[in-house]
């Protein structure tokens, strides 16, 4: 079926034409059970977590339903619509006593997306421990206190929206608190070199040179974002969206996996890094620190 | 304070060409944090926040124009929950394409059965309008009958007058006697017909003539003034 007649269906269920209720059901039928499984603990679940997607399309006069314009495929939209449908249904069962039962489907829906922010933030097969520590302490950030966190959702903006960056903020604290910057990686400890000898063991605290390093590091970083903050107000909103994007990951982000966020050719995203850098490179001979310092030499 | 390494951060975090070496975790961490101002956490894809999910599967599909992408643009920019969001929908549907699974038959079959509409659901106001407009020129068209009907029948307030008959009914017999054939009494019949318990036919044998032709019309008004001439 193509577009046009996925939205002159969605048009007859509107309109109560006979069988067109049936007819959307079973188009739709295998995409919202895809979601169901993926999303849901079970069979016996995903079937219950089905009747509740279709439900929720069919309730208030369609009301879901009326949001499809033809501007996407059927299949996006359903998908979509059955994972916030199913995302309220899991809002319900952190009830009080919801206990275990509340944090398993929690974990069946954002796992993937808790792994994903996490693995992109510590990139690199020798972070793997930091990886499965940085989960811990974010699902028990996510427990504790009853769910206190996930409770203060109060419906505004996308749920979703606020796990995932409430997750990454979580992953923030995490890597501050457990990498300083001078802190040797566990690259460093797992490697093949020979094990030093007692004296060449590092002590717990830091030399007074470290501490220097680590101070000239935090002005360094606390500089960067006066200097991003102020040229992200000259940016365009793309420039802007590609600096979010680009300040996500532990690694630089390839162009393609960019150019597909922004929905966008990946030459154009190549132009967009030149323009970003140029800009930056600006408004970092414009600071006033800087030039402070060019006024020293 | 030398430009040198910030313009080295900036290389590595936003020139940075694929596959470039790794950046520090904390710094891009904590430029992350502090490029954030306000909360976030609030504000939609869309003005509308109901039509948040059918624009959001727009984006992603490639099914907005410019200028609709421009916008959908800035609001990312403003908000890295939402960047979180479109990034994690991607994947869920990058998921939903690699596990695409059949639905059960009996379970669809069972929920179609369960939301099948018992009532026409809210129309569109044009086509509501039309039915009204309809509904209300068929309403005048009955009154309007009714009301020439019971002109043509009035009946006189003065019950002491009696009521004028204005047409009394014939049979079609009297009309056209060369074309309706006369009644005739049942032939007997050598063997008594069956007939139920608590039927209300006559039994065999006792069987009555209609008192009048079944096909006469009744009423008034019905008979032609010129019956058709052979």
Known sequence: MTTADDRALVRDVLDAKPQAWDRFVRRVADTVWTACRLLTCDDAEARDAFADVIDGFHVDGFHRLRQFDGSSRIETFVALSARDILAERMLRLFLPDSGVKGWTAFERFFGADISRIIARRLPGVDREHIRQDAYQEISVALISDDYRRLKAYRGIGSFTGFILHMVDRLLIDFIRHTMPSRKPTVATMLSTKPPPSWEEFPSDLPSPEDALLEQEGDRLLSMATQVLRQAAADLTEAERLYIHIALGGGDPIPAREVARLMRRPVEEVYKLKQRVMDRLRSSLDKHPAVKTWRASV | ?230
Do not use: C
């Not at chain 2, 520090?24 to 509308?48: F, I, Q, S, V």
């Not at chain 2, 991607?90 to 929920?111: C, K, Q």
């Not at chain 2, 059965?113 to 009204?132: C, D, E, G, M, Q």
């Open chain 2, 1 to 230: 304070m030398t430009p040198a390494p910030l313009h080295s951060l900036f290389e590595r975090l936003f020139g940075g060409t694929d596959g470039a070496g790794r950046i520090d975790a904390r710094h891009t961490a904590e430029l992350a944090a502090g490029m954030e101002h306000g909360d976030p956490t609030k504000g939609e894809l869309a003005d509308n926040p109901e039509r948040s999910t059918a624009l959001l599967a727009a984006y992603l599909d490639g099914g907005l124009d410019d200028a609709a992408q421009q916008e959908v643009h800035a609001r990312l920019s403003q908000s890295p929950a939402r960047v979180h969001e479109v990034a994690s929908a991607d994947a869920f549907l990058e998921a939903m394409a690699s596990a695409g699974a059949t639905a059960p038959a009996d379970l669809v079959t069972a929920i179609i059965a369960r939301n099948r509409p018992a009532t026409v659901s809210k129309l569109p106001p044009r086509r509501s309008f039309a039915i009204w407009k309809w509904s209300g020129v068929a309403v005048a068209v009955a009154v309007l009958a009714v009301l020439v009907i019971v002109g043509r029948q009035s009946v006189p307030t003065d019950t002491a007058v009696p009521v004028a008959v204005k047409s009394v009914p014939r049979s079609v017999a009297d009309q056209m006697p060369h074309q309706v054939a006369k009644p005739q009494a049942p032939q007997r019949s050598s063997s008594p017909a069956m007939a139920p318990a608590t039927s209300k036919e006559n039994p065999p044998g006792q069987v009555t003539a209609p008192t009048k032709p079944s096909m006469a019309p009744e009423g008034f008004d019905v008979v032609p003034n010129n019956p058709v001439k052979r």
